[in-house]
């Protein structure tokens, strides 16, 4: 059993915590097609229950760290891997829900060599 006590990062030591009442205009809710069809959405920052192990390739890994990045330094969006593979997952579950057959998912899955 390890002796390391385990501490909150930075990012959550300080991230906001409150909306801001010095904004001039409110922020616009985001509109109805920024959700996925079928009902379907990330599950965002909360205890997670279940976990799984997945492994990557090594060029997987620096493409899921060059996108987090990518949010960062494009979007203004900070979030860690986990949360940009949750989000993906409800993307392709919504779109499997939505096209059936003729989902990505199910299109990618059956190219030869996968």
Same mark, same amino acid.
């Given at each position: 059993? =390890?002796?390391?006590?385990?501490?909150? +990062?930075?990012?959550?030591?300080?991230? /906001? /915590?409150?909306?801001?009442?010095?904004?001039?205009?409110?922020? $616009?809710? $985001?509109?109805?097609?920024?959700?996925?069809?079928? +009902?379907? =959405? +990330?599950?965002?920052?909360?205890?997670?229950?279940?976990?799984? /192990?997945?492994? @990557? =390739?090594?060029?997987?890994?620096?493409?899921?760290?060059?996108?987090?990045?990518?949010?960062?330094?494009?979007?203004?969006?900070? !979030?860690?891997? +986990?949360? !940009? @593979?949750? $989000?993906?997952?409800? @993307? !392709?579950?919504?779109?499997?829900?939505?096209?059936?057959?003729? =989902? @990505?998912? !199910?299109?990618?899955?059956?190219?030869?060599?996968?």
């Amino acid at each position: 059993m =390890s002796r390391r006590v385990a501490l909150p +990062g930075a990012a959550e030591l300080f991230r /906001t /915590t409150v909306p801001r009442t010095d904004q001039a205009d409110p922020p $616009e809710p $985001e509109p109805a097609a920024a959700q996925p069809a079928g +009902g379907r =959405s +990330g599950s965002g920052r909360r205890k997670h229950d279940s976990k799984i /192990t997945v492994y @990557v =390739s090594d060029e997987e890994l620096l493409g899921l760290e060059q996108a987090r990045l990518a949010l960062r330094a494009d979007h203004g969006i900070a !979030v860690d891997r +986990g949360r !940009v @593979v949750r $989000e993906a997952v409800a @993307v !392709v579950l919504a779109d499997l829900d939505r096209n059936g057959a003729d =989902s @990505v998912l !199910v299109r990618r899955l059956q190219e030869p060599g996968e």
